[in-house]
T-cell receptor
Framework: DTAVSQTPKYLVTQMGNDKSIKCEQN?????MYWYKQDSKKFLKIMFS???????INETVPNRFSPKSPDKAHLNLHINSLELGDSAVYFC????????????FGPGTRLTVL | GNSVTQMEGPVTLSEEAFLTINCTYT??????LFWYVQYPGEGLQLLLK?????DKGSNKGFEATYRKETTSFHLEKGSVQVSDSAVYFC??????????FGSGTQLTVLP
């Protein structure tokens, strides 16, 4: 059973398009996260939700909008894609807060042409 | 603010060699410290953690000790294997409600 799943695994699209990445966790965790990993492997937190409430919203362009329909799902919608958005996006979850172990999904590699 | 400084990579070792990856941190209060590992093409997974000073985290032959006096959490393994080839991230959880990651260290183990 996959604990944290993401779809799609790969996403190739043109500049200016709008796309979404879906994330689901079956661990019963309260908190979910979105991270961006650049080509040098540097990880940056983008958003964090606790029980469907946004608790972290880092300095991210407002073209990025997270949505949490329920505690088990956290989706990421990106408008007007730019070349610089190309990266690997990871979803993660933890039982409660940040001191708990985070479980990561397999990642979505986004390529903007 | 919080920050984590990791030894720059890449690191290349022969099988059975001793591994050390240095990690130092800056934080207020008493953060929890973590090592996460990312195998090729996968997401990160927790390798080990320590929540207070002098705690030693250990897993799969890897160890790290939380040293408050030197603000360090160095990762060590006595004898690495080819299967340990991965990117290793040091991270801390402090007063902010987020993990702060180091820049990652790529390890390659040659047979």
């Amino acid at each position: 059973d996959t604990a944290v799943s993401q779809t799609p695994k790969y996403l190739v699209t043109q500049m200016g398009n709008d796309k979404s990445i879906k994330c689901e966790q079956n661990l019963g965790h309260d908190t979910m996260y979105w991270y961006k990993q650049d080509s040098k492997k540097f990880l940056k937190i983008m958003f964090s939700y606790n029980n469907k409430e946004l608790i972290i919203n880092e300095t991210v362009p407002n073209r990025f909008s997270p949505k949490s329909p329920d505690k088990a799902h956290l989706n990421l919608h990106i408008n007007s894609l730019e070349l610089g958005d190309s990266a690997v996006y990871f979803c993660a979850s933890s039982q409660r807060g940040v001191t708990d172990t985070q479980y990561f999904g397999p990642g979505t590699r986004l390529t903007v042409l | 603010g919080n920050s984590v400084t990791q030894m720059e990579g890449p690191v290349t070792l022969s099988e059975e060699a001793f591994l050390t990856i240095n990690c130092t941190y800056t934080a207020t209060g008493y953060p929890s410290l973590f090592w996460y590992v990312q195998y090729p093409g996968e997401g990160l997974q927790l390798l080990l953690k320590a929540t207070k000073a002098d705690d030693k985290g250990s897993n799969k032959g890897f160890e790290a000790t939380y040293r408050k006096e030197t603000t360090s959490f160095h990762l060590e393994k006595g004898s690495v294997q080819v299967s340990d080839s991965a990117v290793y991230f040091c991270a801390l959880a402090g007063s902010a409600r987020q993990l702060t990651f180091g820049s990652g260290t790529q390890l390659t183990v040659l047979p």
